[in-house]
């Protein structure tokens, strides 16, 4: 490899470690505030026992955006909330909810109180919207009594996929050499959330260009494999070859919760190129 090639590829990988960096100041950033809420709550709750319930379960300062307060004892009767689970205040909600949750409930009732704040990952619907989205929470037993404060993680729908990949697809028709590099240094707007854009040259059947994996350029995407050993480059070139546009479901990591979750890939032909994003099911 040429010195200057060499120079590229270095700013291309710093690019994208401050990019991944980026995801990770966010991420921090809810966590501090969902914890600094928790804190105050706690500190509120300390002062006022149960009457808090009452300031927890308005929209006032317990409510930040889409985090607020919310509390169930350890029989599962929910007792406070700031949000649209403030429908379910009085009524046992351990058993309505989803697997993932009864489990983060379940867990949270094992952890002996004095031990601190908790976490935990699930599924929630987000108000704002009105979808079911991953959500983590951080708790803290005090008696009978669990208090706790979440925050949506970062999950881009269909359409935004849909949306990037036509425009993705557009900008290489319309000049691909600017596309690609745009693609592997993270500009342009190709990076959105858990939504990125990766580009195949379907003649040899090598990355040009992933949104969040240089070390994948000029490898062959035929060869590509989930996380399980499972084939993913293969059946996609297949299911290519007689069609211009495509779908495709499968397993990969998701950049932002770092998680190996399913994906579900649109996918289209630019002359010679395969274009793809995929969104991450909720």
């Known amino acids: 490899m040429r010195f200057a090639q ?12 401050l990019g991944q960096a980026q995801a990770a100041g966010k991420a921090e950033a809810e966590d501090k505030a969902a914890l600094a809420l928790l804190e105050k709550a706690l500190a509120y709750y300390h002062d006022n026992g149960d009457k808090a319930f009452a300031a927890f379960s ?3 300062e317990f409510v930040v955006k889409d985090m607020y307060v919310f509390v169930v004892d350890t029989k599962g009767i929910m007792l406070a909330s700031g949000g649209p689970s403030s429908a379910l205040i009085g009524r046992d909600v351990s058993e309505v909810l989803g697997p993932d949750l009864q489990k983060a409930f379940k867990n949270a009732l094992l952890v002996p109180e004095g031990n601190g704040i908790q976490q935990a990952d699930y599924r929630w619907q987000n ?3 009105g979808r079911v989205e991953r ?8 008696g009978e009594r669990i208090l706790a404060v979440g925050y ?6 269909a359409e935004q996929a849909k949306v990037l990949l036509d425009k993705a697809a557009a900008d ?3 000049d691909e050499k600017a596309t690609i590099k745009a693609i592997n240094s993270l500009q342009g707007g190709f990076l959105q959330d858990d939504l990125y854009v990766f580009v195949v040259d379907l003649d040899s059947q090598r990355y040009l260009a992933h949104g969040t994996n ?7 995407f035929g060869r590509i494999q989930d996380p399980d050993g499972k084939p993913v480059g293969e059946p996609i070139l297949a299911l290519m070859a007689g069609q211009d546009q495509g779908e495709y479901d499968y397993r990969w990591k998701n950049p932002v919760t770092g998680k190996v979750e399913d994906k579900h890939a649109y996918l289209k032909k630019v ?9 991450y099911s909720p």
């Open 172 to 174: 290489l028709g319309k």
């Open 152 to 157: 949506y993680l970062p999950r881009a729908s």
């Open 271 to 279: 002359g010679n190129r395969l274009v793809a994003v995929g969104y």
């Open 214 to 220: 240089l070390r994948l350029i000029n490898t062959d």
């Open 127 to 129: 108000w704002s919207d």
């Open 6 to 17: 060499k120079i590229a590829l270095l700013g291309w990988l710093l690019v994208v470690c």
């Open 58 to 60: 308005r929209q006032g």
């Open 135 to 142: 959500k983590h929470v951080f708790y803290q037993r005090i």
